[in-house]
């Protein structure tokens, strides 16, 4: 149930049982850091504030100083104080310390292959979620970790590797929309697949509307930038932004790939001056390469 929640009221079902074991056991440590990791997956599908996702954060800090060489949770911990308490350097120590303890956990290569992305070092990142799906092609989890290597590969310009990836990730876990969806977007207009993106990107605005507090925090993919990786990840960021806002209607200065302006995914990351705009025409299919003739991950209802 921990790893797999296709709804609130499951995620509300799962942490009950887990406060209940920890009334319990109040040093049960594995337990403190499943609510940990239920309450950022929460988090990152958008049905919890930011202030009450971030309540979890004190059982992180007790797992840290407590985890009885549990590599599993101390990954847990290490990425919920990355993800939540916005602290993605010691997140990548903490992931270190577990990685150390075992290498060889599915789960603790995704939780490392996130706080890497958070930082901008995407080599370590789609290394780490590659190893996680090698290790463990059955996790529960698999759907969510070839989510993030197709993150991580959006982010360093593989595009058609990652559509391909984010796409495989979606039909493996269809109730892990929160990162999905906006990368998908992202990837497909990057593709000059327009509609498709446009799909992708009305449905996470809509996932998004009525959360006063969500302004600049979409997920995994774009809510952190490490000082690694931040002038990179921050110019990506604001892409993304503009690639949503372009694809919902809202903005019309994003040039596509292969548009008129040079100027691919993989330039905008590398760029510390960010986006290169340029106005797409009335009728932007003057402008992108024609696709691929594919349907996208999901159909619109």
């Known amino acids: ?22 009334a319990l056991d109040t040093g049960y440590t594995r337990a403190k850091a499943l609510i940990c ?32 060489n549990d590599a599993m949770a101390l990954a847990f911990a290490g990425i919920t104080i990355a993800f939540l308490g916005k602290q993605q350097r010691r997140g990548v ?5 577990a990685y150390a303890l075992n290498p060889n956990s599915s789960h603790v290569l995704y939780a490392s292959g996130w706080v890497h992305f958070y930082v901008g070092d995407q080599t370590t990142a789609i290394n780490h979620f590659d190893r996680a799906i090698r290790i ?19 982010m360093s310009g593989r595009v ?18 929160g990162n999905s969806w906006l990368s998908l977007a992202i990837g497909y207009w990057e593709l000059g697949r327009v509609d498709e993106a446009r799909w992708f990107a009305k449905k996470t605005s809509g996932a998004r509307a009525g959360h006063d507090d969500l302004g600049n925090d979409q997920g995994h993919t774009s809510d ?18 503009g690639i949503i806002s372009a694809a919902t209607g809202r903005r019309r200065d994003v040039p ?5 302006v040079p100027s691919g995914f993989h330039r905008a990351c590398g760029s510390r001056f960010g986006v290169v705009s340029a106005a797409l025409s009335p009728e932007p299919e003057r402008h992108i390469q024609s696709g691929t003739g594919r349907s996208p991950a999901r159909k619109p209802q």
């Not at 990152?44 to 797992?63: H, K, N, Q």
């Not at 120590?93 to 310390?97: D, E, G, R, T």
């Not at 092609?137 to 590969?153: H, K, V, W, Y």
């Not at 952190?224 to 960021?237: L, N, P, V």
């Open 37 to 68: 990791r239920l309450t950022e997956a929460a988090r990152s599908e958008r049905w919890l504030s930011i202030e009450a996702a971030a309540s979890c954060l004190p059982l992180a800090e007790e797992v840290v100083i407590d985890h009885r």
């Open 136 to 154: 463990n092609p059955l996790d529960p989890m698999i759907g969510q970790i070839r989510s993030g290597l197709g993150s991580a590969l959006l």
């Open 160 to 177: 058609e590797e990652s559509v391909a990836t984010l796409e495989r990730a979606l039909e493996e876990a269809p109730e892990y929309t």
């Open 93 to 97: 120590h903490i992931l270190l310390q």
């Open 1 to 22: 149930m921990v790893h797999r929640l296709p709804d609130f009221e499951s995620f509300v079902a799962a942490r009950t049982l887990l406060e209940r074991a920890l």
């Open 256 to 260: 596509l790939r292969g548009g008129s």
């Open 224 to 241: 952190h930038a490490g000082h690694a990786g931040q002038d990179r990840t921050q110019s990506a960021r604001h892409r993304h932004t």
